[in-house]
């Protein structure tokens, strides 16, 4: 019987949605507003969920002490009140948009989790705005 459970998490970090390689005029037209040299910032809402079996000796899919100081370390310590694109190291070429950084989000906890584990995420950009992803 599998379980998914979930925890919610959330950042405060600036972006710049821009390719350097296009002019500002192509950036403009494609990103909008998002394309503001000075950057415009988001407060993020994050919803990590793992699925896997309950562990007979814990009743547990996974510890959630665990599971927030996982994201607490890899996500919250990384990414909050940050530049992203000048501040994060994986979007110095890769733009940070909510699909990128839920699939960056993603790797970082991925790889600290159990095989067995099933992992998704969901990124609220705005509250009418998000993306999940399941690592497909």
């Known amino acids: 019987m599998k379980v998914t459970v979930h925890r919610k998490a959330h950042f405060n970090a600036a972006h710049r949605l821009y390719r350097k390689d296009w002019s500002m005029e192509k950036n403009d037209k494609i990103f909008g507003k998002c394309n503001n040299p000075q950057y415009h ?3 993020y809402e994050l919803i990590t969920s793992v699925t896997g079996e309950i562990d007979p000796d814990t009743g ?9 100081d996982i994201i607490k370390e890899e996500v919250e ?9 000048e ?23 991925r790889k600290r989790l159990n095989a067995n584990l099933e992992l998704e995420v969901t990124l609220y950009e ?6 999940t992803y399941n690592g497909q």
């Open 41 to 43: 910032g988001h407060n």
């Open 60 to 68: 547990y899919v996974i510890d959630m002490k665990v599971l927030k």
């Open 77 to 85: 310590e990384k990414f909050d009140h940050k530049n992203l694109n």
């Open 87 to 109: 501040q994060v190291e994986e979007f110095y070429n890769l733009n940070p948009t909510a699909e990128n950084i839920s699939v960056v989000i993603w790797n970082k906890l």
């Open 126 to 131: 705005t509250p009418r705005n998000f993306v």
